[in-house]
């Protein structure tokens, strides 16, 4: 690298909707009676607290399904979530009490994202990603797979499901264009009509109010977001204009990611480390002072939800990676401690809309991403869909040291099983850099365990979760501080006995593919073979390429493409691939347009070039997530016999 300039298989189903609901403008009416909490807690025969849950396949590490992004129907009858628990992701709903099957919702084969059941319970509105690419689209759906309309669609650009505004089948969607712009929309997910309320670069709409005269938007790029309470003018339903915008935490530091507003549009939750260094819980009132709800000083508050009638919110900390809940009484201001959920990491976690029920997804080393409810009145939790706890899969442990600096980082060390002395070890780098890594279900984690292949997947600086001040460690020039973390990775697996410093890899997604990259050329020697997945490789071609929208938000994080050309240069490995040392496996999505494919195609024609060994992993139906299970299966059986041949030859 150039110097620094002071001198990185399923469960089978079919696409047959099996309607058991009646649907009516009325809403809908379920074969089964609203279940409780505690009548689902009763033992099945099978074992499970639900039954016709599937049983492991016996490939469990790369065919375990996953269930993700669950919404409670109104009444609490019935969970949607997305699966792909027959190979690729779709909707599934199931039953709540009366022992029927789940069954899949007709959207087609296009990958589902997320869902959401709107308020009267005649639709569910869908993100649904067509080819596998990033250019999402919303589109709405009758639970028993009717009425399939394309609700949200920009020629070149994205769109994505806010959430349902509480009036009528209305729904809050930002839309992207291929220019940049954004747009917060209300679309009736009945008639299709729609009105844009708000429009302009890196912007998107929170929330509206109940009776669409106040919106919650979002401004500005990572890292530096403001919020702002929108005043809306409105003189019949479809007839919108914007109107005044109030800041809300003006002049302060820090960035506010999520909130939510009061069904009158009185109050405005936000999540926010604005003027602190750990995200918390903010109120403010109309007209009135920001207010601290919740805060910690050893957590970060990772997810806040509030109930539909504003009287409650669940609040989901993230304390070293692992998930804490809380609910507060907002009407008496009253929080309330929940009991640990049954899993280490929620992802997910919304509210009924009876507000008695929260649906979490949630997942673990040993358990893939499934459905919990969670009871908030009473704190019981219940295993609602999934695909269950596979018996061999490996847990983690927390690892914690300095840096060479002395900054302290942690990671979470997989060792291999029936393994004495030093093991061959992969650094696995997270994307973002803003994500964090947490003890979640990674079948490849799992895949190079049972190679005998350890696991070290570290939050190196600039990662979430560990406040302000770390997460901007690595902004502009302190990023090659980050790439010195992965060196002192590998040194501390040595000190700790647990990684043969002659047998070591390194990898990453994303951020971390680039991070990958650059270790591999600023440490040559340090890693026996390296596997970068939708990496950057150069920051010209990256902000030329990518996402309008995405290079504008990514300016304070890496620099700006003109004024700071020089850093991003010295930043950029492509431009010292001669010092590449190891054999290289490069994975990416033809279909992706956040890294686009050039980045990949760049670093195979270099190393070609300079005579490296160099292997390649092209999907041509994914973008910058792998979504098919088939290609899962296909990355995590390449990759592992890739390192297998290079760490750990034996």
Do not use: K
């Amino acid at each position: 690298m150039a110097a620094d300039p002071r001198v990185v298989m399923a469960r089978p189903g079919d696409d047959t909707p099996r309607p058991p609901v009646a649907v009516s403008r009325a809403g809908p009416v379920y074969p089964f009676e609203v279940p409780r909490l505690d009548d689902l807690a009763r033992p099945h025969p099978d074992g499970n607290l639900l039954g016709g849950l599937s049983h492991l396949p016996a490939a469990a590490g790369l065919t375990a399904w996953t269930c993700h992004a669950p919404a409670l129907a109104p009444g609490d009858g019935a969970v949607a979530y997305v699966s792909d628990q027959d190979g690729a992701p779709r909707v599934w709903i199931r039953p709540l009490r009366g022992g029927g099957e789940p069954w899949t919702v007709g959207t087609g084969p296009q990958p589902v994202v997320d869902v959401r059941w709107s308020p009267a319970g005649t639709h569910l509105a869908l993100q649904v990603a067509p080819g596998g690419g990033e250019h999402t689209q919303v589109w709405a759906v009758q639970p028993h797979g009717g009425d399939l309309r394309v609700l949200a669609a920009p020629s070149g650009g994205s769109a994505v499901p806010v959430r349902w505004t509480g009036r009528g089948e209305t729904l809050l969607v930002t839309e992207t264009s291929a220019d940049g712009v954004s747009r917060a929309v209300l679309v009736d997910a009945v008639t299709g009509a729609r009105q844009v309320i708000a429009a302009g670069p890196l912007l998107r709409p929170v929330a509206v109010s109940r009776d669409h005269a106040r919106m919650l938007l979002r401004r500005g790029p990572r890292g530096h977001r403001r919020m702002y309470v929108v005043d809306l003018v409105s003189e019949a339903l479809g007839a919108h204009e914007p109107s005044d915008e109030h800041p809300l935490l003006p002049g302060l530091p820090g960035t506010t990611d999520d909130g939510a507003l009061s069904p009158d549009g009185r109050t405005a939750y936000l999540v926010s480390d604005a003027g602190r260094d750990r995200a918390a819980l903010l109120a403010v009132h109309q007209g009135a002072e920001a207010v601290v709800l919740a805060e910690r000083q050893d957590a970060e508050l990772d997810r806040f939800a509030l109930s539909p009638d504003g009287r409650r919110a669940l609040l989901v900390w993230n304390r070293h990676g692992r998930s804490e809940l809380d609910v507060m009484d907002l009407e008496r201001g009253r929080l309330e401690h929940l009991p640990p959920p049954p899993a280490d990491v929620v992802t997910s976690a919304r509210i009924g809309w009876d507000g008695d029920l929260a649906a979490l997804a949630a997942e673990s080393p040993q358990e893939p991403s499934h459905v919990l409810l969670c009871d908030l009145d009473h704190g019981g939790y219940l295993h609602a869909a999934g695909a269950g706890r596979l018996p061999t899969a490996a847990g983690a442990e927390l690892v914690r040291f300095p840096a060479r600096d002395g900054l302290e980082l942690a990671a979470w060390l997989y060792r291999p099983p029936h393994t004495q002395g030093p093991a061959p070890f992969a650094i696995f780098l997270h994307g973002g850099p803003e994500d964090q890594e947490r003890p979640a279900f990674n079948p490849l984690y799992q895949g190079l365990l049972a190679a005998g292949i350890g696991v070290l997947a570290p939050n190196v600086r600039g990662s979430g979760g560990y406040g302000r001040a770390f997460r901007e460690a690595d902004d502009r020039e302190l990023r090659f501080h980050a790439i010195d973390d992965v060196a002192d990775c590998a040194a501390e697996l040595a000190r700790i006995g647990a990684g043969d410093p002659s047998r070591l890899a390194c990898m990453g997604w994303s951020y971390g593919g680039y991070l990958t990259l650059a270790a591999l050329v600023a440490h040559p020697g340090l890693f026996r073979a390296g596997v970068t997945v939708s990496g950057i490789a150069d920051f010209e071609t990256f902000y030329a390429r990518t996402e309008p929208w995405i290079a504008a938000a990514a300016v304070p994080e890496y620099g700006h493409p003109e004024a700071d050309r020089r850093l991003l240069r010295a930043l950029s490995p492509l431009r010292s691939l001669d010092r590449l040392a190891a054999p290289l496996l490069v994975v990416h999505g033809a279909q992706d347009t956040n890294v686009p494919l050039y980045e990949a195609e760049q670093v195979i024609a270099a190393t070609a070039a300079l005579g490296l060994p160099c292997e390649h992993l092209i999907f041509d139906d994914e973008g910058h997530e792998i979504r098919r299970m088939a290609n899962r299966a296909a990355f995590v059986t390449r990759v592992v016999a890739f390192l297998s041949a290079h760490v750990n030859p034996r």
